[in-house]
């Protein structure tokens, strides 16, 4: 069994949360029942993933009957089945489906990736791939692998999606100087989450973020696009738009400075107090670019096609 890092003691399950465990176990088994997991086994699995959670709850210390009512059950079954090396619980994982667009998890992370490395067939291939290979093998000596890393507490499929999302992301600021991503959902080794990053202030920012891309004009979203998505460079963004570098460079830090003083003012409207307040929005600006329908390849495409240009090399 995988370890885990030792984040809190775990308490003893009194008799009443026994039985409710012993409850749990047999429905899990008659949810999934071809995969086959003894009750000490399930039990053990569910104690190693109350601690990954007990630091991460909201009301603390943790207690047993709060953990086991936002347990997602049937999806930490099949989490667990893997990790245990059944081949039923790979079928049920490959099978599984994310809530969004129902679509099926191989897909989903396969969509992914080509937002990740657009016109890079080889690249979103590997990026599948190594990260199924890392679902029960650590990337490196000393971490988890990414399925060790679930907590229950959230569906397993949009949770690996994010997952990926994440540590694609993560790989590809290396190369650019991205600012870091949003750790919360990382289940792999990256910065310290901070604590400013609540999910109420992630729904402030996403709501602030979203009426600040509508406030750009379509050659500001295109820059956006173009710097971001496609990870121009300077000089071969500014040939796209026919201007001089230090007046594409002029235009990128306004961009900058806009979402900065729009977006940051909205969260200290709503009560911010962290310290870091540019660090958090640029943090969490990466994920949200990458999302927003405004900035997809397709809509890209049409306003380079509005100027008569296209991507190079496309």
Same mark, same amino acid.
Request: glycine share 6%; net charge negative.
């Given at each position: 069994?995988?370890?885990v890092p030792a984040a809190t003691d775990t308490p003893a399950l009194s008799p009443s949360d026994s039985a409710r465990v012993a409850g749990l176990y047999h429905f899990a088994r008659l949810q999934l029942p071809a995969v086959r997991l003894p009750e000490a086994n399930f039990r053990a699995h569910l104690a190693r993933t109350f601690r990954i959670f007990a630091p =991460?709850?909201?009301?603390?210390?943790?207690?047993?009957?709060?953990?086991?009512?936002g347990l997602y059950a049937v999806d930490w079954l099949v989490?667990?089945?893997?990790i245990e090396n059944q081949q039923s619980a790979w079928e049920a994982l490959f099978a599984a489906r994310t809530g969004r667009s129902d679509c099926l998890l191989v897909d989903a992370l396969r969509a992914r990736a080509v937002r990740l490395y657009p016109r890079n067939d080889e690249q979103q291939d590997t990026a599948?791939?190594?990260?199924?290979?890392?679902?029960?093998?650590?990337?490196?000596e000393g971490s988890l692998p990414v399925l060790a890393r679930y907590d229950g507490q959230r569906p397993l499929a949009p949770w690996l999606i994010r997952v990926f999302q994440n540590w694609h992301l993560s790989k590809l600021r290396q190369h650019?100087?991205?600012g870091a991503?949003?750790?919360?959902?990382?289940?792999?080794?990256?910065?310290?989450? =901070?604590?400013d990053a609540s999910a109420r202030w992630h729904d402030t920012f996403v709501s602030a973020a979203r009426e600040w891309l509508g406030s750009l004009d379509d050659?500001?979203?295109? %820059?956006?696009?173009?710097?971001?998505?496609?990870? %121009?460079?300077q000089r071969e963004a500014a040939k796209l738009f026919d201007l001089n570098e230090g007046t594409l460079t002029r235009r990128t830090d306004k961009l900058r400075d806009r979402s900065l003083e729009m977006i940051g003012a909205r969260l200290v409207a709503d009560?911010?107090?962290g310290e870091d307040l540019e660090g958090f929005v640029l943090t969490e600006l990466g994920a949200l670019l990458t999302d927003d329908p405004r900035l997809s390849a397709d809509a890209l495409a049409r306003l380079l096609a509005a100027k008569g240009k296209t991507l190079p090399n496309s």
């Amino acid at each position: 069994m995988p370890a885990v890092p030792a984040a809190t003691d775990t308490p003893a399950l009194s008799p009443s949360d026994s039985a409710r465990v012993a409850g749990l176990y047999h429905f899990a088994r008659l949810q999934l029942p071809a995969v086959r997991l003894p009750e000490a086994n399930f039990r053990a699995h569910l104690a190693r993933t109350f601690r990954i959670f007990a630091p =991460k709850a909201p009301h603390q210390p943790l207690t047993w009957p709060a953990y086991l009512e936002g347990l997602y059950a049937v999806d930490w079954l099949v989490c667990v089945g893997c990790i245990e090396n059944q081949q039923s619980a790979w079928e049920a994982l490959f099978a599984a489906r994310t809530g969004r667009s129902d679509c099926l998890l191989v897909d989903a992370l396969r969509a992914r990736a080509v937002r990740l490395y657009p016109r890079n067939d080889e690249q979103q291939d590997t990026a599948v791939t190594e990260f199924w290979s890392n679902l029960i093998a650590p990337e490196s000596e000393g971490s988890l692998p990414v399925l060790a890393r679930y907590d229950g507490q959230r569906p397993l499929a949009p949770w690996l999606i994010r997952v990926f999302q994440n540590w694609h992301l993560s790989k590809l600021r290396q190369h650019s100087g991205v600012g870091a991503l949003p750790d919360d959902e990382i289940a792999l080794p990256m910065d310290a989450p =901070k604590a400013d990053a609540s999910a109420r202030w992630h729904d402030t920012f996403v709501s602030a973020a979203r009426e600040w891309l509508g406030s750009l004009d379509d050659d500001e979203r295109l %820059l956006l696009g173009l710097r971001w998505r496609y990870r %121009l460079s300077q000089r071969e963004a500014a040939k796209l738009f026919d201007l001089n570098e230090g007046t594409l460079t002029r235009r990128t830090d306004k961009l900058r400075d806009r979402s900065l003083e729009m977006i940051g003012a909205r969260l200290v409207a709503d009560g911010w107090t962290g310290e870091d307040l540019e660090g958090f929005v640029l943090t969490e600006l990466g994920a949200l670019l990458t999302d927003d329908p405004r900035l997809s390849a397709d809509a890209l495409a049409r306003l380079l096609a509005a100027k008569g240009k296209t991507l190079p090399n496309s």
